[in-house]
């Protein structure tokens, strides 16, 4: 009886230890994995997304959209998962275990510590030991390639019908002290009114090669092949190979200006009874980029552009070719932004019905990967 009794309290007691908080229901094997920062002495659980110039993306445990934290407020970081990271020409897979001066990470890869320089790491994602998925085996096979797309369209009916289509691609492929990147920037657009022809207005593409080849410090050898055409302005091909030397001004890790000075040769055909044109050419580029954030209403704002001058070695004042793009993007998340750009485009065109300058001004929606 004694015996029974001693087995009717323990079981009580278990019983009670269990529905006040006694037993505590193990985590799931997904709750257990997951990121850790601390953040002005509050611990963050989530996943590592993106490491940014500035910034860095942290998805939230439990909560949708990002949460863009700068580095000097992070006094603390480690991760569960394993990260891709490439730096340097080197491709290594570990976990985050610290944050050092805000400017270093820890990295142990296997049993060895690495500290890694923020700045220089080219793309940092989850490993395909944690995530398997089509997306993030695109980005472990290609880590040192990032861009975006920007499209802009217009459609109009009523009295005159209108269509109008921008797209913009921007790639970037850095690897170490080399560093490649493409530009494409296409427009076409027509006019209908009743009872007239339709009206081609734009049909235009300009394409930039550029190599860079950053070899000490912040100076910079570069070539490069620009190569546009535009069929309203009599401009069937032109083409301007370019080499020299450029200087990156660094003001912040997202704060630069880029000029660079060198020689080219400019090549141009045009259409109908056009003279074609071919000369030498001095080159001035600039390049440049400023990143605001903490913004009133927008929170983040980014300023970008480039311009790029060739004037005639010859005749300077009688032949010359002139380009230039100005960008106000505003991010609305981490993936997506709406972008306003002026495109300048100023050359010693023979048409005078079409005249030297032209400037056009548009409103495009963007997504970055």
Request: charge should be negative.
């Amino acid at each position: 009886m004694i015996q029974v009794y001693r087995v009717w309290i323990f079981l009580s007691i278990l019983s009670m230890g269990m529905y006040a908080g006694g037993n505590i229901v193990q985590p799931s094997k997904i709750e257990e994995t997951k990121d850790t920062i601390v953040v002005h002495g509050m611990v963050l659980y989530g996943r590592v997304m993106n490491l940014g110039p500035e910034k860095l993306s942290f998805k939230l445990l439990y909560s949708e959209g990002l949460n863009h934290i700068a580095y000097k407020d992070i006094s603390s970081i480690t991760t569960k998962y394993n990260y891709h990271i490439s730096f340097k020409r080197m491709d290594i897979e570990g976990r985050v275990i610290g944050i050092e001066n805000n400017t270093y990470l820890k990295i142990m890869e296997g049993k060895n510590l690495r500290t890694v320089k923020i700045a220089d790491i080219d793309n940092f994602v989850m490993s395909v030991t944690d995530d398997d998925s089509l997306e993030n085996r695109v980005r472990n096979n290609f880590p040192y390639t990032k861009g975006s797309i920007d499209i802009g369209l217009e459609n109009e009916n009523g009295v005159s019908q209108k269509n109008k289509v921008d797209i913009r691609l921007n790639l970037k492929h850095k690897q170490a002290e080399h560093e490649l990147r493409l530009y494409i920037d296409y427009a076409f657009e027509t006019t209908e009114t009743e009872g007239t022809d339709k009206v081609e207005n734009k049909d235009e593409l300009v394409g930039i090669l550029n190599y860079k080849n950053h070899f000490k410090n912040n100076s910079f050898y570069f070539a490069t092949l620009s190569a546009d055409y535009d069929r309203p302005r009599h401009i069937e091909n032109r083409y301007i190979p370019s080499l020299g030397y450029g200087y990156t001004f660094k003001f912040d890790k997202s704060k630069w200006i880029e000029p660079s000075i060198g020689l080219g040769y400019a090549t141009t055909n045009y259409s109908d009874e056009f003279v074609d044109k071919d000369f030498a050419v001095a080159t001035f580029n600039l390049h440049g980029k400023w990143y605001m954030d903490e913004l009133w209403l927008i929170d983040t704002l980014i300023i970008d552009g480039f311009v790029m001058y060739y004037p005639s070695l010859q005749s300077f004042d009688e032949d010359w070719i002139l380009r230039s793009n100005l960008n106000f993007t505003i991010p609305l998340f981490d993936f997506l932004s709406v972008k306003f750009s002026i495109d300048n485009v100023n050359d010693s065109n023979p048409n005078s019905s079409v005249g030297n300058n032209k400037t056009t001004s548009k409103l495009l929606f963007g997504v970055h990967f």
